[in-house]
């Protein structure tokens, strides 16, 4: 007998990493599962997450209909939802949504992409937190991508935890792979959302650092910046660093453009310290164009890479160590090839997109 699934979240646009896993997840084919979906579509643009408006308050309402339509309608016993751990608007928003749905439900599943809720709900005043804390508590099934994440599910008292690692689709042509740090130039690469915790910042003043030494590295960013005032405060530095010919702004890439773009850089840096980082997907882009990794010891991140292996972790807010990481790759290149080899077999090995299906739906039977 099939299993039937409500998935109550969202998928792109925008195309966030818990957005995309859950469409990932929508579109497999499962052996004893069927999947429903109710679509969460808050924020289409990163701006405006965390922001009020009355289309906000409406969408709510609507998927709590949304969810008692879908329930009965096909005659679903499971709930999977991917809780917010901040702002706490979203919280809130989550709690509110459960207060007025998972009682339909026999079994309730919580991905925790965005991690950190037990950090950020024993922050709150002691009645929202009572409250939030006995709507949220005790789901069937808890699932988080790492080790190195906030214990989220033990903190609710979940009944089953379970660790699984993301995995994406294996897009990548490697035959189309360039000869990796070939020539004198480095060139290092960000994509993700861009504010102040994502750490590009971190980045920017390595390079700066390593050009004073007479090294050649360009560095491309790719993304959104989360706001106006930030791209200002960035460029106004890229400006004092006189890297204007060194930096290259792409915006939002996709397509033929991401994939380009991947194939013509050598390291991806990614030192992230965002508040409800858990994982990090893009980093297993990277890793699947065959790309070592400088990356920052915080949560899930820590599971993508292994020190010294596909490419080293770096403290967070630390540019010393990620110039020291960046001046090793730029002078060994040997090293550089071994390791962006290294980060291809890991993909493969690991987080290949077959591989997290296959462990989501044997969690998803179990419980």
Request: charged share 20%.
């Amino acid at each position: 007998m099939m299993k039937k699934i409500l998935v109550v979240g969202q998928t792109p646009p925008p195309y966030g990493g818990q957005a995309i896993m859950i469409k990932y997840m929508l579109d497999s084919q499962y052996t004893d599962i069927k999947m429903y979906n109710v679509r969460m579509c808050f924020s289409r643009e990163f701006d405006v997450r965390g922001k009020f408006s009355v289309y906000k308050i409406l969408h709510v309402f609507a998927i709590i209909y949304r969810i008692w339509i879908m329930k009965f309608r096909h005659k679903i016993n499971v709930m999977y939802y991917p809780p917010s751990s901040s702002p706490k608007i979203a919280v809130l928003r989550d709690v509110v949504i459960l207060g007025c749905t998972r009682f339909l439900f026999k079994k309730i599943v919580f991905h925790f992409h965005a991690a950190g809720i037990s950090e950020e709900l024993p922050k709150y005043n002691i009645f929202l937190r009572t409250i939030s804390y006995n709507i949220l508590k005790k789901p069937h099934l808890a699932i988080t991508s790492s080790e190195f994440n906030p214990n989220d599910g033990v903190y609710l008292q979940a009944r089953k935890n379970k660790i699984i690692p993301l995995g994406i689709p294996d897009n990548n042509m490697i035959e189309a792979r360039k000869a990796v740090g070939s020539k004198g130039k480095l060139n290092v690469l960000f994509i993700g959302l861009l504010n102040s915790t994502k750490g590009e910042g971190y980045v920017l003043d390595a390079i700066y650092f390593l050009q004073k030494k007479g090294m050649n590295i360009d560095f491309y960013l790719a993304g959104k910046f989360e706001s106006e005032e930030y791209k200002k405060v960035f460029f106004d530095k890229v400006e004092q660093y006189n890297l204007i010919e060194n930096v290259h702004y792409k915006g939002i890439v996709k397509g033929k453009d991401k994939h380009d773009l991947f194939l013509s850089s050598d390291v991806f840096c990614f030192p992230s310290f965002f508040s409800s980082e858990s994982f990090g997907i893009v980093l297993l882009e990277a890793m699947m164009y065959q790309m070592p990794l400088i990356a920052s010891r915080w949560r899930g991140i820590q599971s993508v890479v292994k020190n010294g292996e596909n490419g080293y972790l770096v403290d967070v807010q630390n540019s010393e160590q990620i110039a020291i990481a960046l001046e090793f790759l730029y002078t060994n290149r040997n090293l550089l090839q071994a390791m962006s080899q290294k980060s291809r077999q890991m993909f493969c090995k690991e987080y290949v997109l077959s591989k997290y299906i296959t462990r989501m739906e044997k969690a998803l039977n179990n419980i």
